[in-house]
Each structure stands twice: as structure tokens, then as C-alpha cells.
């Protein structure tokens, strides 16, 4: 009886985490415009956005430029970012296309590889980024979404955590030259 008590408490408990699951990709196979991040992000494209921390609170406005090119299934994309108060910063992304849209990734403030699954007109990007703040370096999980609005406008809206804490969001439009 007891046995049979504890395995429905696991299986109501496991059943409760699945119902919480967040959206996946796959969910978006069959939204259109679909995205080609090859396509999309090959020339100038611009990107304005805010950082805002847990509370809403917006704590940070910035601007970015990126220099975007491919030569097959690998992708260069040069940021050039510019915040509210002054300073500046620039990341370079190093990005492949895997296949079965796929991709991987590398710049010089991400700690290890950054992967992606894109579908329909979706891509979800994770990684975690070493993120200066007052004068120390923190580890910073990165959970992307990003939304092909049109051919030409594409959403962001990442969640940052550490240790499983969310610390903020930020939520970025990009515009295509």
C-alpha cells in the first residue's frame, strides 16, 4: 500500500513538472515568415533594447550595429553595442549551422558554446555569457527566444538567471538594412 501511495505521488509529481514545461520550439514549426538566421542576419542590422532587472525595473537602454556575413554554413556577426550611460562594448559571434536548424556558437564572453534550435520563424539560443558588473565577472545563463516578425523585423526577449535564479530580461527589436 505504501509502495503503491509513494509511485502515485511520483507520478502526480512528474505529471505536475510536465504541465509546467515551458514552450519549445517545435511549437512554432508551421508560423510564417520562416526564419533563415542565414538570410536574416547577412548584411547591416540594427538593435535597440533594454535590460530590465526581476522587479520590471528598466535598468539599462543600449543600441546595436552588427556587421553580418556568411560564407556557407558559417556566420560571422560583429556587434557593436552602445549603452545609455556612455559605454560601449563589442562582441563578435562565431556561428555554425548544424543542419535540421541547428546551430552552435562562440564569442569571447561566452563561456563554452552557445547552441540554437530554429523553427517555423523561431530560433531559441542558449549560453552563458561572462557578464561584468561593478568591477567582477559573473557567470550569467541566457535563454533567447527570437521572433521573425517580417523580413525585415525580428523580437528578442531573453531571460538571465544564475544558479537558477532569473536576474532580469532583456528585450531587444532588430531591424534589417
Known sequence: MQRRLMLGALGTSALALGGCAG?????????????????????????????MDRGGQV????????????Q???????????YSDGSTQ????RITELGEGRYSGRADDVIGEAVGQSAGNTLRW??????????????????????????QVMLNRATMSKLGVRLGEVILSFQKR
Open 23 to 51: 514552450p519549445q520550439v517545435s511549437d512554432y514549426r508551421n508560423e510564417k515568415p520562416v526564419l533563415n538566421l542565414r538570410q536574416y542576419f547577412n548584411g547591416r542590422v540594427d538593435a535597440h533594447g533594454v535590460f
Open 59 to 70: 535598468v539599462k537602454r543600449f543600441s546595436v550595429v552588427m556587421d553580418c556575413q556568411w
Open 90 to 93: 563589442r562582441r563578435v559571434w
Open 126 to 151: 542558449n549560453y552563458t555569457l561572462a557578464l561584468p558588473v561593478d568591477g567582477s565577472i559573473y557567470h550569467v545563463q541566457f535563454d533567447d527566444w527570437m521572433i521573425l516578425m517580417n523580413d
Open 72 to 82: 556557407g554554413a558559417e556566420g560571422v556577426l560583429d556587434e557593436q553595442f552602445s
